[in-house]
C-alpha cells in the first residue's frame, strides 16, 4: 500500500482454508443433503439420495433458511459433525 | 543585482504540448527569452509562476516569450500550469534532466534570461522580486521598451526547491516516480474505481472526510469479501465517491444501516439480480448537505445525491469485495448499483415521511435503505380522480420482478412527484388509504398468470382464485420527490428472494 494514499481495502492477508480430504468411497459414507431453498432443489436433491443410496451411502437432510444468505454457523456445524461429505443444491 | 553569465545558452531538450519544437533560437526569434525551471511540488515555484503569469502576455508581445520549463513529466506540466493560471509556454523535460543539468541549475525556481544572440544575459534563484525586476528591466533594455516588472509585494524573497538535476539520478527518478504519473489513471490501476474517475483518496483528503472521527473506529465487516469497514476505509470510499466532508454522516449511517444482518448486504451483493441499494434520506440534513429532492431527484445534476449513493456502492464493491464479473454476479446490474440517493420531499408531501412513519421525530434526520431494481417511469396526465391515478401507479408494478411473479411480499418503492401527490393531497387521501387502494386494484385470478415464471402461490391456488400482487399494503412505501412540473411518478421493483427488510439509521452529528 502506497503511503500517499488510503486504501478502501481491506489488506489484511487471510490464510486459506485447506479443501477437506476427498471420499475414497461413498459407500458406507455419511452424506449430508443441503437444500437452500431455491425452486426445484427439492426435486434434485430427492433424485440424487436415491443414487447415493443406491451406492451404499448414508443419507441425510439439511435446510437453509433462505438461499441467499450464508448458512448459519450453527447448521454447518451440524453438518460437519454428523456428515463425511455434503451436496448443496446451489441454483435453480 | 541578477547574476550575469556570458555564456552561450545551452540547447533544450524538452517537449511541450504545440507541434513545433521548442528551441533557443525559436524562442528569441523576435527578441529574447525567458526560461522558468521549474517543478509541480515546489511551492516556491507556484507562487513564481503565479507571480509572473500576469505579466507574461505584455512581455510576449513585447518579444520576450516566456516558457515554463518543468523538471515533470508533460501531463503533469500541463496540469500545474493550468491550475496555475500561467499563459505562458510549458515544456517538459525527460529524466534525468539534463536540461536543468546543462544550466547547472541547484534549486528551482531558476529564471533565465536569454538575449537575441542565444546568449545568457542573467539569471535569478528563488523568488527574488528585487532581482527578477531587475532581470526584466534587462530584458526591457535589449528589448528597447521598458517592461512591466513584478511588482515588491511580500514575500520579496523565497527560496525554492532542489532542482532534481542536482540529485543522483536514481534518487531523482525514485522521487519523480509517484508523482509522475496521472494520480487519476493510477487509482484504475489500483482497481479503486466503479469504472468511472475517482478522487484519489489522499491521506489529507481522508483525514478530513473524518473530521476528527476514530479512523479505526469499525462498523463491521462488509460482504460479501467480509473486508472491515474501518471509518478509514469508510471516509476513503467516501473521497473516491466525490463527498465533501459533510455528507460523511449520511455515509456512515448508511453504511450502517447496510451492515445491519436484517438488509441482507450479503444476498444483494452477489446475487445475478440487478439489486441496488436505494439511500433515502429524511430530516434537516437533506437541506444542511444540499440533497436534492426536486427537479431531477432521479437523475444527475446533484453531487450531494451522486457521491453519497456512490460512495455506499463502493464501501461494497471495494471493502466488501463485489465487483461487477468477481463476486458481484448480476446478470444486467442497472444504474443504481453505481450508486441511488434521494432525499424526500417532505414539504411538497401531503404525508408523513418515510422516516417518521418508520418510528423517528421529524426533526431527526435518517437514512433508510431499501433494496430495489431500477426505476420505471409512470406517466399519467390525464388522471382526473385520485381513484383513476391510483389504479395507474399502482398497475404500472404490475409486471414489477417478472410479469406473473405474484404475489410480492418485498417492498415496492413508488416515488409520487408532486403534481401527482397534490391531487391526492386535495382530495384527502391519507397514505394508508393509497397504499390499501392500490393493494386491493391489483389482481389477477391465477389462471392468467401460469404462463412462464410464476410462483408456487399461484400453481397451488385455484385457476379462478384472484391473486393480488402484494401481500399486503405494507409491501408498498409511498415517498413524493421530484419537480413540481410534470406528471411523472416511479416504481422501483422489489429485490426478490433475497429477505431483505428495510433498515433505517438516524444520521450522527458526530460520526463515531
Known amino acids: 500500500m502506497s503511503a500517499d494514499y488510503v486504501s478502501p481495502f481491506d489488506e489484511r492477508v487471510r490464510p486459506a482454508e485447506p479443501l477437506a480430504p476427498r471420499l475414497a468411497d461413498i459407500s458406507g459414507a455419511r452424506i449430508a443433503l443441503l437444500d437452500i431453498r431455491k425452486n426445484r432443489g427439492k426435486e434434485f436433491l430427492d433424485r440424487i439420495e436415491l443414487l447415493l443410496r443406491e451406492a451404499g451411502a448414508t443419507t441425510s437432510r439439511v435446510t437453509k433458511e433462505i438461499f441467499s444468505k450464508p448458512a448459519a454457523l450453527g447448521l454447518i456445524d451440524q453438518v460437519a459433525t454428523v456428515s463425511d461429505a455434503v451436496v448443496e443444491a446451489l441454483a435453480d | 543585482m541578477p547574476a550575469s553569465s556570458p555564456h552561450q545558452a545551452p540547447e533544450l531538450i524538452v517537449s511541450g504540448v504545440g507541434q513545433q519544437e521548442i528551441t533557443i533560437t525559436r524562442l528569441v526569434r523576435d527578441g529574447c527569452a525567458l526560461l522558468l525551471f521549474v517543478s509541480h511540488d515546489c511551492p516556491t515555484c507556484a507562487m513564481t509562476l503565479r507571480n509572473l503569469g500576469p505579466l507574461c502576455d505584455g512581455w510576449q508581445r513585447a518579444g520576450l516569450t516566456c516558457t515554463a520549463i518543468f523538471e515533470d513529466p508533460l501531463e503533469v506540466a500541463v496540469r500545474t500550469a493550468r491550475r496555475l493560471s500561467w499563459p505562458g509556454g510549458v515544456a517538459s523535460q525527460p529524466q534525468p534532466f539534463g536540461t536543468s543539468r546543462s544550466y547547472s541549475l541547484v534549486s528551482v525556481p531558476t529564471t533565465v534570461l536569454v538575449d537575441g544572440a542565444g546568449m545568457i544575459a542573467g539569471r535569478v534563484t528563488g523568488w527574488d522580486q528585487p532581482a527578477l525586476a531587475e532581470l526584466v528591466r534587462s530584458a526591457g533594455s535589449l528589448l528597447g521598451t521598458p517592461l512591466a516588472v513584478p511588482p515588491a509585494t511580500e514575500p520579496l524573497r523565497k527560496p525554492g526547491c532542489m532542482s532534481r538535476a542536482a540529485l543522483d539520478p536514481e534518487l531523482a527518478a525514485a522521487v519523480a516516480a509517484p508523482a509522475g504519473g496521472d494520480e487519476l489513471e493510477e487509482m484504475f490501476e489500483r482497481g479503486w474505481t466503479d469504472?468511472?474517475?475517482?478522487?484519489?483518496?489522499?491521506?489529507?483528503?481522508?483525514?478530513?472526510?473524518?473530521?476528527g472521527a476514530d479512523p479505526a473506529g469499525s462498523l463491521g465487516l462488509v460482504p460479501p469479501a467480509m473486508g472491515e469497514a474501518t471509518l478509514e476505509r469508510v471516509a476513503a470510499c467516501a473521497v473516491l465517491a466525490g463527498c465533501r466532508p459533510s455528507y460523511f454522516p449520511v455515509v456512515v449511517a448508511a453504511a450502517k444501516a447496510a451492515l445491519d444482518p436484517a438488509?441482507?448486504?450479503?444476498?444483494?451483493?452477489?446475487t445475478t439480480q440487478p439489486a441496488g441499494q436505494l439511500v433515502v434520506v429524511n430530516g434537516p440534513v437533506r437541506n444542511e448537505i444540499g440533497l436534492n429532492g426536486g427537479m431531477g431527484a432521479l437523475g444527475p445534476g446533484n453531487r450531494?445525491?451522486?457521491?453519497?449513493?456512490?460512495?455506499?456502492?463502493?464501501?461494497?464493491?471495494?471493502?466488501?469485495?463485489?465487483?461487477p464479473g468477481a463476486l458481484d454476479r448480476a446478470t444486467l446490474g442497472q444504474m443504481g448499483k453505481v450508486g441511488f440517493c434521494v432525499a424526500e420531499d417532505e414539504e411538497i408531501s401531503p404525508w408523513q415521511p418515510l422516516h417518521v412513519e418508520r418510528g423517528f421525530e421529524p426533526g431527526q434526520s435518517v437514512v433508510t435503505l431499501i433494496g430495489c431494481d431500477a426505476p420505471l417511469s409512470i406517466s399519467d396526465h390525464r388522471s382526473r380522480t385520485p381513484e383513476d391515478l391510483a389504479y395507474v401507479l399502482a398497475w404500472a408494478a404490475a409486471s414489477t420482478w417478472s410479469t406473473n411473479w405474484w404475489p410480492l411480499a418485498e417492498p415496492s418503492v413508488f416515488?409520487?412527484?408532486?403534481?401527482?401527490?397534490?391531487?391526492?393531497?386535495?382530495?384527502g387521501w391519507t397514505k394508508q388509504r393509497l397504499r390499501e387502494f392500490m393493494f386491493g386494484c391489483v389482481r389477477k385470478p391465477a389462471r392468467e398468470l401460469r404462463r412462464g415464471e410464476t410462483t408456487p402461490f399461484v400453481h397451488a391456488a385455484d385457476p379462478d382464485e384472484v391473486i393480488p400482487k402484494w401481500t399486503s399494503p405494507d409491501a408498498i412505501v409511498l415517498l413524493v420527490a421530484g419537480g413540481e412540473a410534470g406528471r411523472y411518478s416511479a416504481v422501483l421493483?422489489?429485490?426478490t428472494g433475497m429477505g431483505s427488510a428495510i433498515v433505517s439509521r438516524e444520521v450522527q452529528r458526530r460520526v463515531s
Do not use: D, K, Y
Not at chain 2, 469504472?195 to 473530521?211: C, I, Q, S
Not at chain 2, 450531494?304 to 465487483?323: F, Q
Open chain 2, 195 to 211: 469504472g468511472l474517475p475517482v478522487v484519489p483518496p489522499t491521506a489529507e483528503r481522508v483525514e478530513a472526510m473524518l473530521g
Open chain 2, 263 to 270: 438488509f441482507n448486504l450479503h444476498g444483494q451483493a452477489v
Open chain 2, 304 to 323: 450531494a445525491n451522486l457521491t453519497i449513493g456512490r460512495a455506499l456502492r463502493l464501501l461494497v464493491s471495494l471493502t466488501g469485495g463485489a465487483m
Open chain 2, 415 to 427: 416515488i409520487i412527484c408532486p403534481e401527482h401527490a397534490r391531487m391526492f393531497r386535495e382530495a
Open chain 2, 493 to 495: 421493483g422489489p429485490c
